[in-house]
């Protein structure tokens, strides 16, 4: 009885650091489609709609909207490079990246929201403030 007991609870820890990793890689992931500029990598994690917020002008997108915005971006602002400069939880189930985008054209800091929805992390919210 007490194998069963040791198995079942290393099985639930096992799952457990299995599914906190995965949900790890969602950020490093994002972090790297930006870097690399890679849209078609971004839009497997926007949700149906998409916030995005650039030089205090917000709007509200579809997934194909938005990332229509986001490649319009990327032609006029070529990527040097992202720094994640702050990562975290935000309430039960959202996580959001802060970092520093720096492109030909300016800086600019990123704020990046996730939401849990289905048991995935999507992209709720992206706001770009040079």
């Known amino acids: 009885m007490e194998k069963l007991y040791k198995r079942t609870f290393l099985t ?14 969602v950020l490093e992931d994002v972090a790297n489609n930006i870097r690399s500029a890679n849209v078609p990598g971004l839009t497997k994690y926007f ?5 995005i917020t650039m030089n205090n002008n917000q709007a509200t997108y579809s997934g194909a ?7 319009d971006f990327y ?7 992202f720094v ?4 975290g939880v935000s309430g ?4 959001y990246v802060i970092g520093k985008l720096t492109t030909t054209a300016g800086t600019y800091q990123l704020y990046i929201v996730l939401k849990m929805k289905d048991e995935k992390y999507m992209l709720h919210e992206m706001r770009f403030e040079k």
């Not at 639930?12 to 890689?25: C, D, E, F």
């Not at 994640?84 to 990562?87: D, G, L, T």
């Not at 039960?92 to 996580?95: A, E, H, P, T």
């Open 84 to 87: 994640i400069m702050q990562s």
């Open 47 to 51: 949700d149906k709609i998409v916030a």
């Open 12 to 25: 639930i820890l096992l799952s457990t650091l299995l599914l906190v990793s995965a949900k790890a890689q």
């Open 92 to 95: 039960s189930n959202s996580k």
């Open 65 to 71: 909207q938005a990332e229509m915005v986001l490649k």
């Open 75 to 81: 032609s006029k602002n070529t990527v040097k490079d």
